[in-house]
């Protein structure tokens, strides 16, 4: 039977006994007594066997893809653009539109690809599931599949070269540079290792993914362009640049802050022995994804941070889909097994002036 949280409502309780992040951690956070979820149906245990060796270096490291280059620079120039001359020509309707497009589709990604589908962080039906792959569709960051698939590689081989986004290869790499080269033959090595088989499992994401580009236009694209458009007469080029281009580009640089920002600069109050920090500022634009100290600690608190509702929108959206039903099986960490942690591997103040 799941304690009550006053707060939140009725959770589900992972005991964590303290110990560093270990394969038994990984065990014993997801296999809780749920006959629905494969063993491997979570972030695997971290692993750092990828480190680069001396002489390692290939060329594939940076093989640029140009054509990536290409569409990354429109897209921010036709932002900055639309940023800069347009915002202010278009109607009140549009920019209220353009932030609710944002909440959405950074939903798509916080609540959907990143803590229900990557993590398994809780249980959703399918009317939110669907909804879900609906914003996930709004953001175009490939599908839930492929986004879960580098999240978890990202989890296991975290600041290695199989990271997909290796901090520590600098802040220009982790936030965009690694979608504008080949990526590294050992992400490619570890990432088809990855158990994926939840995934496939769930019909909603072998349907968002057979039908990806044609959904990813029609909602990334078209929608946003046409509603403004024909429900309060906007002009064609303030929609398509401002609660599509803009909008579009401006989620994108929100996302890719957790993986560069979240991961160099911040505290360590949970492990000192990561890279991903304590970082208000990413929590704020990321709409809660940027405690990220924390969820490198406990990736399947379903908060992604130890405060609850603050500063983390994605938070209070999955609280508010558990009153009405559609959430259920929300993981958290007890306080007595954070603070725990915190004194085993957190940085202490006074640990400070000895590091
Ligand atoms: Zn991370
Ligand atoms: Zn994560």
């Keep these: 039977m799941a304690p009550k949280n006053p707060v939140y409502g009725p959770v589900e309780v ?59 620079a429109a897209l921010h120039v036709i932002s900055v653009y639309a940023f800069l001359c347009l915002t202010w020509k278009c109607r009140p309707y549009t920019l209220l539109f353009a932030v609710g497009m944002s909440l959405c589709s950074g939903l798509g990604i916080t609540a959907g ?15 939110l599931r669907l909804v879900l792959a609906m914003f996930n569709c709004m953001a175009f960051q490939n599908d839930i599949y492929e986004w ?5 590689v990202h989890h296991k081989y975290s600041e290695t070269d199989a990271d997909p986004h290796n901090a520590t290869r600098g802040f220009f790499f982790s936030h965009v540079g690694w979608l504008l080269v ?22 909603v994401v072998r349907y968002q993914r057979k039908y990806y580009l044609p959904l990813m236009t029609f909602f990334c694209f078209v929608m946003p362009t046409i509603v403004p458009m024909y429900l309060w007469g906007e002009s064609f080029w303030n929609a398509f640049c401002v609660p599509t281009v803009l909008r ?44 990220h100290n924390y969820h490198h600690t406990f990736p399947w608190d379903y908060k992604a941070g130890e405060w609850g509702w603050r500063i983390n929108f994605t938070t209070i959206f999955i609280d508010l889909m558990t009153a009405i039903g559609q959430v259920s099986d929300r993981k958290i960490v007890t306080k007595a097994t954070i603070s725990a942690r915190k004194k085993r591997t957190g940085l202490q103040v006074a640990a400070v002036g000895c590091d």
């Design 148 to 152: 879960s698939r580098d999240h978890r």
């Design 14 to 72: 992972v005991q964590d006994e303290g110990s560093a992040p270990t394969e038994d951690d990984t065990v014993t956070a997801t296999n809780d007594d749920d006959p629905d979820m494969p063993a491997t149906a979570e972030v695997p245990p971290r692993d750092v066997t990828a480190k680069s060796q001396p002489g390692d270096a290939s060329k594939d490291r940076t093989r640029i893809v140009w054509r990536n280059v290409v569409l990354m």
């Design 113 to 127: 690809a990143h803590r229900l589908w990557a993590h398994r962080c809780y249980k959703a039906k399918l009317p």
């Design 182 to 203: 080949r990526k590294h033959p050992k992400v490619i090595e570890k990432g088809s290792r990855i158990d994926l088989r939840d995934l496939i499992d769930d019909p």
């Design 248 to 291: 579009y580009c401006f989620l994108l640089n929100c996302t890719w802050m957790v993986n560069s920002a979240a991961h160099l600069w911040g505290s360590q109050p949970y492990d000192r022995f990561i890279n991903p920090a304590e970082n208000r500022f990413v929590a704020f634009f990321a709409i809660g994804e940027g405690w």
